[in-house]
């Protein structure tokens, strides 16, 4: 079962428009969720987490279990932030253990 | 701190063949995992270790298999590639939580 659902493949926005990447989980505990960033030739790394609420490079992402969204949003998109993002659910696996089940990524292309 | 260390970053192999993926990590973490990336598929877990000497199944671990001898180290092998295993692969250790640390991946192209 797919936990987590990340509904556009590509995003183009402007230079200076809004942003808004969709996450939709499927969970029935209390999620943690996560925002994964993966720039051009670069390693995969943590863009920030709902438990943290912070604004990471003008970012932020709030968990709202009614929806079960975790969508990420910045008011004013840079040329840098273009990048692969991706969403991802930590799951209790047992035996003290957790695993990250991640999205299929939203390529995100910011045009100058 | 390197952080997160794989070799190789790019193998060529013919169907049949064998190989393993080292992964090498400097911070003391108990988790280690492999992924793997594919076009539209994203980050799939493949095998994942909670300490050393442990190892475990994750969502694709057909074809694949792990050892967790030392505890910097997750070793990844693939016994007789296949070209559906031509992939992306990701190594990454974590403390537990939910920040995994990444290295720059392994580039596999099974002919």
């Known amino acids: 079962a797919q936990r987590v659902t990340q509904p556009e493949k590509l995003l183009s926005v402007f230079k200076g428009a809004p942003v808004e990447l969709k996450c939709n989980y499927s969970y029935s505990g209390s999620p943690e969720l996560f925002w994964y960033v993966q720039y051009s030739r670069q390693r995969l790394q943590l863009l920030l987490r709902?438990?943290s609420r912070e604004s990471i490079k003008g970012f932020t992402a709030d968990l709202n279990k009614g929806e079960t969204s975790f969508h990420l949003k910045k008011p004013f998109a840079q040329e840098e932030d273009s990048a692969m993002y991706y969403c991802a659910l930590s799951l209790y696996s047992g035996a003290g253990s957790y695993q990250l089940t991640f999205g299929k990524g939203t390529k995100l292309s910011v045009i100058p | 701190n390197a952080g997160v260390t794989q070799t190789p970053k790019f193998r060529v192999l013919k169907t049949g063949q064998s190989m393993t993926l080292l992964c090498a990590q400097d911070?003391?973490?108990?988790?280690m995992y492999w992924y793997r990336q594919d076009p539209g598929m994203g980050l799939r877990l493949i095998h994942y270790s909670v300490g050393e000497g442990t190892t475990a199944k994750g969502e694709v671990p057909d074809g694949y298999n792990v050892s967790r001898l030392k505890k910097q180290n997750f070793l990844l092998g693939l016994e007789s590639a296949a070209p559906s295993q031509t992939s992306v692969y990701f190594c990454a250790s974590s403390r537990g939580t939910g920040e995994l640390f990444f290295g720059e991946g392994s580039r596999l192209t099974v002919l």
């Open positions: 709902h438990i």
């Open positions: 911070m003391n973490h108990e988790y």
